[in-house]
Nanobody, 123 residues
């Protein structure tokens, strides 16, 4: 079966960095668009970043210039490098996969989800 397993979350001070990883199995990794979403307590799940089959990327305005999404098709892994972290980045971060093109920020288009990893940024 399909499994997406996130790792790399933790507690970091404002201005610090974290690198999230999402290891995938049970699907043809290169055939999917990969996204990262996050959800803070009491808030809706929001789009963070996405990367397509060709390596094209999309970012939420709130993370543009600070976060970088990448993928390693040989290792079936997608990454989210997060720099200059802010307390408002605190959330559970989820990776997700979809096959449809377009609408990369729409969480309803993603069919596979990981269990999430907690990121906490202290001020």
């Amino acid at each position: 079966q399909v499994q997406l397993v996130e790792s790399g979350g933790g507690l970091v001070q404002a201005g610090g960095s974290l690198r999230l990883s999402c290891a995938a199995s049970g699907l043809t990794f290169s055939a999917y668009v990969w996204g990262w979403f996050r959800q803070a307590p009491g808030k809706e799940r929001e789009f963070v970043a996405a990367i397509t089959w060709s390596g094209s990327t999309d970012y939420a305005n709130s993370v543009k210039g600070r976060f970088t999404i990448s993928r390693d098709n040989a290792k079936n892994t997608v990454f989210l490098q997060m720099n200059s972290l802010k307390p408002e980045d605190t959330a559970v971060y989820y990776c997700a996969a979809k096959t449809r093109s377009g609408g990369n920020s729409r969480y309803d288009l993603y069919g596979y989800w990981g269990q999430g990893t907690q990121v906490t940024v202290s001020s």
